[in-house]
């Protein structure tokens, strides 16, 4: 594995990948994230991955050269770990204009019709990367490049939770009402993250997210049943 | 229970953190400057994750419906409890009924108050600290009702010495970050020359620093951040990531604070001038 191991503050250390968004590096990363959580539970507190680094926070107690040449040594091994399967999971949207802000503008821009571009949109399975920015952001790879948007040269102060934008050449969920200065092309009723359910975030890197388009009519009535608690996510096996 | 008069700039309650949630996108928070916070905490007797209330360049206004023993440590604010001044840096016993404010600091920009028992307020994924999403209230409002715990475990108090933060050095230690090494010579010079003085758009999230100018460099892939983080935009503003601090972020990293930097840092105010030493 290409990996260089430094420390990153006195308290945590870098791995870092060479900078490029491929499945292999990520799938890497997943192996090497899940050998460390299993090799150093007594001096980790935490890590964080990105599409090609992992961040390992320590215990302030923890000696950083010994991690450091430990690490090194680690990563020179052949994690083989068994990672958990990934899952599909099925983010039902609605593309109607009434929540894509931005649809008509994305579909002008890129010589699309909106039939067309929901189409582009819906038919890719995305894999997450990992999550960061806000609280259960997932950073998806795999978005068709006739979509790939500039963003908005003013961002929106207020982008409602649920929404799914395009900024470049990314796609996401906002998980929160947050300023946001992607192009918004549909709403999800799905709570990505909340901090009172058994678990607060729904995705996790690894998973993979397909959009389902549906109608205002089907969005209300999801919203309805996840409001009286009898939604039943769709979740597939990868 | 303590009920909120005034809720002061930017109140809130903090502890150590919230650890384990990092690679969900929760940020860590808990306390700007854990050296003033800890001596708090210590102070009384309480262990040093107890929650406190974080204050910030001007004071709450507080009525104590019942006697309490408290410590407040941090910036220089002047304490009053119904009028009558009372000392930093050590007990403080608060009278039944008694109304706690203070004047702006002389010096540093965060103060701590701690109470014997700490604050009965919601956990939520293992931190009672207050963030934006992830508590219900993100910062304390006027009339606000905050309960006192119960000391459930009392330590003895801890006689420390009064060891506030010095006020007066501008110097924040850093070590190079991830993407220093991509730096031209003539931004090196001037981040290891310049002096800097802190914006005013600062808040618990990062620190703002302008005074580099505009400087070209390619963008780096999304990455992970902590706080202490120093993040070079292109306009030239130096972000220095605080406790709020996002989880991930693509901008480079050029150095990353010293823990008791960063607890200095917390207590800089706008316009006030530091500089950066490289340690190594």
């Keep these: 594995m290409n990996v260089t191991v430094r420390p990153f503050g006195a308290h945590a250390i870098l791995l870092d990948w060479p900078a490029a968004i491929d499945e292999s590096t990520h799938q890497e990363i997943l192996a090497v994230n899940a ?12 890590t964080v991955i990105t599409y090609h680094a992992i961040a390992v926070y320590l215990k302030e107690t923890a000696s950083l050269a010994q991690c450091v040449s430990q690490l090194e040594n680690f990563v020179r091994k052949n994690h083989s770990v ?15 204009a009434c929540f894509a802000l931005d649809i008509a ?15 582009l949109h819906a038919a890719p399975l995305y894999p997450i990367y990992f999550l960061g920015f806000l609280p259960g952001f997932p950073y998806l790879g795999g978005l068709d490049k006739r979509l790939h948007t500039p963003r908005q040269e003013t961002p929106r102060l207020q982008i409602a939770a649920g929404s799914i934008g395009i900024g470049g050449s990314q796609t996401g969920i906002y998980p929160s009402n947050s300023p946001g200065g992607w192009n918004i092309i549909g709403k999800t009723p799905i709570k990505l993250f909340d901090v009172n359910g058994d678990l607060p975030n729904l995705l996790k890197a690894g998973d993979c997210i397909k959009f389902r388009s549906i109608s205002v009519l089907e969005f209300d009535k999801i919203t309805q049943e996840i409001h009286n608690g009898s939604y039943q996510l769709k979740i597939n096996e990868l | 229970m303590i009920r909120v008069l005034k809720s002061g700039l930017w109140s809130s309650i903090q502890d150590n953190g919230r650890f384990g949630y990092r690679s969900i996108g929760v940020p860590v928070s808990g306390v700007m400057d854990a050296h003033s916070a800890a001596l708090a905490n210590k102070l009384i007797g309480n262990p040093v994750n107890t929650a406190i209330i974080e204050f910030t360049a001007m004071g709450p206004e507080l009525f104590f419906e019942k006697s309490a023993v408290i410590a407040i440590t ?13 000392p930093l840096n050590t007990l403080i016993y608060i009278e039944t009924g008694a109304i706690l404010n203070f004047t702006a600091p002389k010096k540093g920009w965060r103060g ?5 028992g700490g604050f009965d307020s919601d956990v939520v994924l293992g931190s009672k600290s207050m963030y934006q999403g992830i508590t219900n209230k993100s910062r304390i409002e006027k009339d606000d009702i905050i309960k006192v715990g119960a000391p459930s475990e009392i330590l003895k108090t801890e006689i420390v010495p009064s060891n506030p933060l010095n006020f007066e050095s501008k110097n924040i230690e850093v070590y190079m970050g991830p993407e220093y090494g991509i730096l031209d010579a003539e931004i090196k010079e001037k981040l290891d020359k310049n002096t800097f003085s802190i914006h005013q758009n600062s808040n618990r999230m990062a620190t703002q620093i302008n005074g580099l100018g505009e400087v070209q460099f390619d ?9 202490g983080t120093v993040q070079l935009t292109p306009s030239g503003t130096l972000l220095i990531l605080m406790s709020d601090a996002q989880t991930t972020g ?8 010293t823990k008791h930097s960063l607890n200095s840092l917390a207590q800089k105010r706008p316009n006030e001038q530091i500089v950066f030493k490289i340690v190594r």
């Design chain 1, 35 to 46: 050998a460390i959580q299993t090799a150093y539970t007594e001096v980790l507190v935490e």
């Design chain 1, 82 to 96: 068994p990672v958990a399967k990934g899952r599909v999971v099925i983010i039902p949207v609605c593309y109607d």
């Design chain 1, 105 to 119: 503008d994305v579909a002008a821009k890129s010589n699309l019709t909106n039939e067309t571009l929901i189409n």
């Design chain 2, 74 to 86: 941090g910036a220089e604010f002047k304490v009053m409890m119904n009028g009558a001044e009372k």
């Design chain 2, 112 to 116: 701590y108050l701690a109470i014997q």
């Design chain 2, 219 to 227: 963008a780096i892939l999304t990455a992970p951040v902590q706080p």
């Design chain 2, 250 to 257: 693509g901008y480079p990293r050029i150095f990353q604070l």
